[in-house]
């Protein structure tokens, strides 16, 4: 089990302005290293994305996109598209067997498609958002893309500081990623409405499936928890002006367990008015197979891990599949039991094999 000195009772703030003095950038490693092996999330100020972007689409844009009139959102609903982007209703996902309580857009960052006829399945996963009719929200498209281009850049700065932590140099990560234009991460806009009375569960406890989640909390609500390694939910409100950075189970698997990946849930808010969040997952290569990569981690590095010790079981669904599968396989598995409704369209064989009795009801959030 863990030991005490490792646990704890808050979520580390990171400040991304120490990188620009020597001294600063060591205390910054230092500080990320220990998130890193013993909490998994952190908060980080000062970072790299324009205010302005991260303002506008907080007070202006978020709101409107959720309040345009229903058909214009299922007019881009999920089903349509083999890259599961666009949008879902609320009540369509289950974690834990409960309804979540939220409802989202799924938008991916710019991307070359690489599948041709014969490919994988999964070289189909990546490709072009859905858009809302321009005329609806004028400006809207051109501010998200400039959004996911910016926190897609700061993505790969922050993996090449993450790789240092871990003794690994600063491009030790690099070959998980394909050149930038082949890549595609995907953000999602989220609103949790206000709930009177039974399910509260925005999203119930879960691990990201990826490498590396940075999240916008858009609104001032608290609602957003994670686990630590006593099993206690700690709060992670929303701190203006910061990302909440989190380790998903892929760069946990890959590490061997030397990073954290962290439980985590939503609370739907209390009060009057809905939570909006923005979450932006940092995928790696889709044909990569984790299981055949073998970090060269420092014995200082291992010690720490071993100091901290293993994390007991907690409230999250389990999964996955890494082993053997390439990335993009992985990938696919958690895009079908999430949106089932969209595989089943556009993936027919693999949501068989997945659902063999068929799908009733919600899917599990991924
Ligand atoms: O909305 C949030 O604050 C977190 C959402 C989340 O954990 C997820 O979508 O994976
Ligand atoms: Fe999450």
């Keep these: 089990m863990h030991t005490d000195a490792s646990n704890f009772s808050s979520v580390p703030v990171l400040d991304y302005a120490l990188l620009s003095s020597a001294a600063g950038r060591n205390t910054f490693i230092i500080q990320?290293?220990?998130?890193?092996?013993?909490?998994?999330?952190?908060?980080?100020?000062?970072?790299?994305?324009?205010?302005?972007?991260?303002?506008?689409?907080?007070?202006?844009?978020?709101?409107?996109?959720?309040d345009l009139p229903q058909e214009a959102k299922d007019k881009i609903k999920m089903p349509n598209s083999e890259h599961f982007l666009g949008y879902s209703r609320l009540g369509t996902e289950l974690t834990k067997g409960q309804v979540d309580q939220r409802e989202q857009f799924d938008f991916g960052t710019k991307h070359?498609?690489?599948?041709?006829?014969?490919?994988?399945?999964?070289?189909?996963?990546?490709g072009p958002s859905q858009w809302p009719d321009e005329e609806l929200i004028p400006g809207f498209r051109e501010t998200m893309e400039m959004y996911l281009e910016e926190v897609e850049q700061l993505g790969y700065k922050f993996s090449s500081l993450l790789a240092e932590a871990l003794g690994l140099g600063p491009k030790g990560l690099e070959h998980f990623y394909d050149t930038q234009d082949m890549m595609q991460h995907r953000g999602k806009i989220v609103k949790y409405p206000v709930i009177t009375g039974g399910n509260d569960q925005g999203v119930g406890p879960h691990y990201d499936a990826g490498f590396l989640t940075l999240l916008l909390q858009a609104s001032p609500h608290r609602g957003l928890q994670v686990q630590n390694l006593s099993g206690e939910w700690i709060d992670a409100p929303p701190i203006p002006g910061t990302f909440v950075i989190n380790i998903g189970k892929a760069f946990e698997f890959v590490t061997r367990g030397v990073a954290r990946a962290t439980s985590h849930r939503v609370l739907s808010p209390k009060g009057d008015t809905p939570r909006y969040s923005v979450p932006f997952f940092q995928n790696i290569s889709l044909t990569i197979k984790l299981v055949d990569e073998v970090l060269d981690f420092p014995p200082e590095i291992l010690q720490l891990r071993d100091k901290r010790g293993t994390v007991g079981a907690t409230d999250s669904v389990n999964f996955t599949e890494f082993d053997r599968e390439p990335s993009g396989h992985v990938n696919l598995i958690g895009r079908v039991k999430s949106h089932p409704d969209t595989a089943v369209t556009h993936y027919p064989e693999l949501f068989n094999n997945i659902f063999p009795n068929g799908h009733s009801g919600g899917a599990s959030a991924y």
């Design 32 to 66: 990320l290293r220990h998130a890193l092996i013993n909490v998994g999330f952190l908060y980080l100020k000062n970072h790299s994305v324009r205010h302005e972007i991260v303002d506008k689409l907080m007070n202006y844009y978020i709101p409107k996109l959720f």
């Design 112 to 126: 070359k498609c690489r599948w041709q006829k014969g490919d994988p399945d999964y070289y189909r996963l990546w």
